[in-house]
């Protein structure tokens, strides 16, 4: 139980593109998901958390213009990436709470994006 | 403000060589205290949720401790399967999960 899965696992864009990255519990309902960054050798840093039906919280120093989320439904929170740059390549990770749960977070298997 | 502090950055162990990683942290009032194991290019995976003081977890060859300052994972005559990045994180009262930088075991067979 408590499965997450992203899509894609990696994917390689050209700067000034914009990539879409999904995040779906598979087999239990998440109201909040969260979405982090990390760098190689690095721990994982909270971009931010969203909550279904509602606009994400972003962390401080994250540009919400730039990393537009959307939480549509209690399995799906998608992050787009707008106007990507090269230093936007990272490992991205998203995380989901059951909302029958207590606090743990189930990960995803993480985006590998490249901009080039 | 909230913080963890997870040492070794690094260890590297004979198989069958036990051993402890430590997780210090300061937090306002602790809802959990969470241990993780990632591997390389990968999503963290979960082991244990600690909740209270004197709270002890157990899978196979792990082994999760707690006390109001320090979190301890021991590792029991580890296999080099066990090789990865153990990953500690703690979540106060705000919410939020705030994560270590991880302690790289490294097992030689």
């Known amino acids: 139980g408590a499965v997450v899965s992203q899509h894609p696992s990696w994917v390689i864009c050209k700067s000034g593109t914009s990539v879409k990255i999904e995040c779906r519990s598979l087999?239990?309902?998440?109201?909040?998901m969260f979405w982090y960054r990390q760098f190689p050798k690095q721990s994982l840093m909270l971009m931010a958390t969203s909550n279904e039906g509602s606009k994400a919280t972003y962390e401080q120093g994250v540009e919400k213009d730039k990393f537009l989320i959307n939480h549509a439904s209690l399995t799906l929170s998608t992050l787009t990436v707008t106007s990507a740059h090269p230093e936007d390549s990272s490992f991205y990770i998203c995380?989901?709470?059951?909302?029958?749960?207590?606090?743990?977070?189930?990960f995803g298997p993480g985006t590998r994006l490249t901009v080039t | 403000e909230d913080q963890v502090t997870q040492s070794p950055e690094a260890l590297r162990l004979q198989e069958g060589e036990s051993s402890s990683l430590n997780c210090s942290y300061t937090?306002?009032?602790?809802?959990?205290l969470f241990w993780y194991r990632q591997d390389p290019g990968k999503g963290p995976e979960f082991l244990f949720t600690l909740y209270s003081a004197g709270e002890e977890k157990e899978k196979e060859r792990l082994k999760a401790t707690l006390t109001k300052k320090e979190s301890f994972l021991h590792i029991t005559a580890p296999k080099p399967e066990d090789s990865a990045t153990y990953l500690c994180?703690?979540?106060?009262?705000?919410?939020?999960?705030?994560f270590g930088k991880g302690t790289r075991l490294h097992i030689l067979p």
């Open positions: 087999d239990f309902q998440a109201t909040t």
């Open positions: 994180a703690v979540q106060g009262k705000n919410d939020k999960i705030i």
């Open positions: 937090v306002s009032g602790l809802r959990g």
């Open positions: 995380s989901a709470r059951d909302r029958k749960g207590t606090y743990e977070q189930y």
